[in-house]
């Protein structure tokens, strides 16, 4: 569709997406809204969830110290005092973590995790919008993948760190194509850089390290079909590696303390193979691809295959 100059924020992307982005932020709030305007104070998630017993106390620690003045580099109140800034999940210098500044621990979390359910949606949504897709199958696929099972019911298993991480990577993949194939590339890959960023400083560094493979698959591609010539290829690379050296300079701060707060995890007394061998699912379990509840499921405690490790998700 043509716009005029005036009305253009990108050759992709027009004031009339601006509806559908807010539509898609507010699905997030509509879904959570009997916990965001409950009369009584609570959390979403399962009664036991990691955000009741974990971050919950956690939020109130390293923002209820910031509160008053104090960095939490450590946290005395865990076994005989733990680092508390280097671990990641702490998430402590996470922008939109500002809301456990402003409303008291438990509203923080609600809206945090509506907010980003709403964002997942949206950045879906810009992706789709950059690889050329229309509004309304670019807004289907936003609501797919924000309340897809994966977001939700890592809300109810209470995984905030996950529901924080996920939805900056369709918005980095959108940024990585425009940095491609867009106008305004320079401008493109430091969005690129921030959007990594974001997801880094999140706090689950696993979905993470899944998506950086990800985008340098989906980059790689990308740049050998749209590269016209061996110069443009160089051009594009040399963005792309800006875009790595800001977004590692932002997250430097973090990412330091972090890789040494893991060395003392004790998850290096175990030899790594072994670690992984604990976890894994058996290849059988590649049918649940097509059949979901191919083995039963969790929720009638009628799984009947050989391994039971995060199948709510």
Same mark, same amino acid.
């Given at each position: 569709m043509s716009s005029s100059p005036s009305t253009r924020t990108d050759e992709w992307l027009t004031r009339h997406d601006l509806p559908v982005l807010l539509g898609l932020? =507010? !699905? /997030?709030? %509509?879904?959570?809204?009997?916990?965001l305007f409950s009369a009584s104070p609570g959390v979403v998630g399962h009664p036991y969830s990691d955000v009741a017993r974990e971050f919950f106390g956690g939020r109130a620690f390293g923002f209820g110290s910031l509160a008053r003045g104090v960095f939490p580099f450590w946290n005395p109140y865990l076994f005989g005092g733990t680092p508390y800034f280097a671990n990641p999940q702490s998430a402590l210098l996470y922008p =939109?973590?500002? =809301?456990?500044?402003?409303?008291? +621990? *438990?509203a923080a979390i609600n809206v945090t995790v509506a907010l980003h359910l709403g964002l997942a949606a949206s950045g879906t949504y810009l992706f789709g919008r950059s690889v050329g897709m229309g509004?309304?199958?670019?807004? !289907?696929? /936003? $609501?797919?993948?924000? *309340?897809s099972a994966h977001l939700v019911l890592a809300v109810y298993a209470g995984h905030l760190s996950n529901v924080c991480t996920i939805p900056w990577i369709p918005l980095s993949l959108a940024a990585l194509e425009r940095t491609l194939t867009g106008g305004r590339r320079g401008l493109a890959a430091v969005a690129l850089a921030w959007a990594v960023a974001l997801m880094v400083l999140a706090g689950h560094l696993q979905y993470v390290a899944f998506a950086m493979v990800g985008?340098?698959?989906? /980059?790689? $591609?990308? !740049?050998?079909q749209t %590269?016209?010539?061996?110069?443009?290829? =160089?051009?594009?690379?040399g963005r792309l590696a800006a875009a790595g050296?800001?977004?590692a300079a932002l997250v430097a701060v973090q990412v330091v303390p972090t890789f040494e707060f893991f060395t003392h995890s004790v998850r290096q007394a175990v030899e790594a193979r072994e670690w992984v061998r604990w976890f894994h699912l058996p290849p059988e379990n590649l049918a649940?691809? +097509? +059949?979901?509840?191919?083995?039963?499921?969790? !929720?009638?405690?009628t799984y009947w295959g050989r391994f039971f490790w995060r199948l709510y998700t």
């Amino acid at each position: 569709m043509s716009s005029s100059p005036s009305t253009r924020t990108d050759e992709w992307l027009t004031r009339h997406d601006l509806p559908v982005l807010l539509g898609l932020m =507010l !699905l /997030g709030f %509509a879904l959570l809204a009997p916990s965001l305007f409950s009369a009584s104070p609570g959390v979403v998630g399962h009664p036991y969830s990691d955000v009741a017993r974990e971050f919950f106390g956690g939020r109130a620690f390293g923002f209820g110290s910031l509160a008053r003045g104090v960095f939490p580099f450590w946290n005395p109140y865990l076994f005989g005092g733990t680092p508390y800034f280097a671990n990641p999940q702490s998430a402590l210098l996470y922008p =939109l973590n500002f =809301l456990f500044l402003a409303l008291p +621990v *438990w509203a923080a979390i609600n809206v945090t995790v509506a907010l980003h359910l709403g964002l997942a949606a949206s950045g879906t949504y810009l992706f789709g919008r950059s690889v050329g897709m229309g509004r309304l199958p670019a807004a !289907l696929a /936003g $609501v797919v993948f924000g *309340w897809s099972a994966h977001l939700v019911l890592a809300v109810y298993a209470g995984h905030l760190s996950n529901v924080c991480t996920i939805p900056w990577i369709p918005l980095s993949l959108a940024a990585l194509e425009r940095t491609l194939t867009g106008g305004r590339r320079g401008l493109a890959a430091v969005a690129l850089a921030w959007a990594v960023a974001l997801m880094v400083l999140a706090g689950h560094l696993q979905y993470v390290a899944f998506a950086m493979v990800g985008m340098a698959v989906y /980059g790689g $591609v990308r !740049l050998a079909q749209t %590269a016209e010539s061996k110069e443009a290829a =160089l051009r594009a690379a040399g963005r792309l590696a800006a875009a790595g050296a800001l977004g590692a300079a932002l997250v430097a701060v973090q990412v330091v303390p972090t890789f040494e707060f893991f060395t003392h995890s004790v998850r290096q007394a175990v030899e790594a193979r072994e670690w992984v061998r604990w976890f894994h699912l058996p290849p059988e379990n590649l049918a649940t691809l +097509v +059949v979901p509840d191919l083995f039963g499921n969790h !929720l009638g405690s009628t799984y009947w295959g050989r391994f039971f490790w995060r199948l709510y998700t």
